[in-house]
């Protein structure tokens, strides 16, 4: 059991600093980090592109595993005998 915990703990922390780098990366309404990797230019339509798109998917799979992954290190803290 140790090791799954150990395991559960790398893989939050690994999703942790990749899925704060994604959140950065979104399109901001008052520019930000975004901008700096070219999210500043947008079209006049206003449409979201293919990496956009992309990006969000990412983010919503990344923050999947990243919830996953608490409830797994919670429930193993719960029920884990001293």
Do not use: P, Y
């Not at 600093?17 to 008052?30: A, M, N, V, Y």
């Not at 079209?43 to 998917?57: H, M």
């Amino acid at each position: 059991m140790a090791i799954l915990e150990l395991v559960l703990q790398v893989i939050l922390g690994l999703t942790s600093l990749l899925l704060t780098l994604l959140i950065l990366l979104h399109k901001g309404r008052g520019g930000g980090l975004s901008d700096m990797f070219g999210g500043g230019m947008t079209s006049a339509l206003g449409s979201s592109g293919l990496a956009e798109r992309n990006l969000n998917r990412f983010t919503i799979v990344l923050a999947l595993v990243w919830f996953v992954t608490i409830v797994g290190l919670g429930l193993i803290t719960k029920f884990q005998v001293i």
